[in-house]
T-cell receptor, first 115, second 112 residues
Framework: GAGVSQSPSNKVTEKGKDVELRCDPISGHTALYWYRQSLGQGLEFLIYFQGNSAPDKSGLPSDRFSAERTGGSVSTLTIQRTQQEDSAVYLC?????????????FGSGTRLTVV | DQQVKQNSPSLSVQEGRISILNCDYTNSMFDYFLWYKKYPAEGPTFLISISSIKDKNEDGRFTVFLNKSAKHLSLHIVPSQPGDSAVYFCAASVSNTGKLIFGQGTTLQVKP
């Protein structure tokens, strides 16, 4: 596609439920990133995939969070047993490689609300 | 531990004047810096970047200045336009690797 596509755009879930957020990166982009923005906060790094390398998971806040990238393309971020503090906008981005000279291209995000 | 800090949550300027957005960082290993702009309900978009081997990079109305000794960078927008009203994030990386560390953002309002 022309840009990074994220679905759903909005998700309301009950505390304790699991959620899956999807990201379709730009075709041909080998690097994919997940960030989140909580209310009034900056963008918090979660996880980074680059090609076939092991992902950098250093930003995942707890073991309730996991992410996969299948076939080097689509990625799914899964949050198990959601908590209210998980409410945020989850942003996915992709780039042509592991160099950020021209920045990432972000999707519009998924707004997650845990009630 | 906030490695990249934008201490001004908001800034308001008059159309046609200069907007100066500031960013400080603590990690001396950072050597590549970027600015992003974000409109409501959209993802951030890349604006301009600078390598640590430079102290200035200019692109049209946008100029980024880097002061390595002070661990400080700034984004100058001149002249400011109402369409520049958005949230601006600075970001930094180590050795131009994939992971970016972002600041908290500054909301810029340009008044007509």
């Amino acid at each position: 596609g022309a840009g990074v596509s994220q679905s759903p755009s909005n998700k309301v879930t009950e505390k304790g439920k699991d959620v899956e957020l999807r990201c379709d990166p730009i075709s041909g982009h080998t690097a994919l990133y997940w960030y989140r923005q909580s209310l009034g906060q900056g963008l918090e790094f979660l996880i980074y995939f680059q090609g076939n390398s092991a992902p950098d998971k250093s930003g995942l806040p707890s073991d309730r969070f996991s992410a996969e990238r299948t076939g080097g393309s689509v990625s799914t971020l899964t949050i198990q047993r959601t908590q209210q503090e998980d409410s945020a906008v989850y942003l996915c981005a992709s780039s042509t490689g592991d160099r950020v000279t021209y920045g990432y291209t972000f999707g519009s995000g998924t707004r997650l609300t845990v009630v | 531990d906030q490695q990249v800090k934008q201490n001004s949550p908001s800034l308001s300027v008059q159309e046609g004047r200069i907007s100066i957005l500031n960013c400080d960082y603590t990690n001396s290993m950072f050597d590549y810096f970027l600015w992003y702009k974000k409109y409501p309900a959209e993802g951030p978009t890349f604006l301009i970047s600078i390598s640590s081997i430079k102290d200035k990079n200019e692109d049209g109305r946008f100029t980024v200045f880097l002061n390595k000794s002070a661990k400080h960078l700034s984004l100058h927008i001149v002249p400011s336009q109402p369409g520049d009203s958005a949230v601006y994030f600075c970001a930094a990386s180590v050795s131009n690797t994939g992971k970016l560390i972002f600041g908290q953002g500054t909301t810029l309002q340009v008044k007509p």
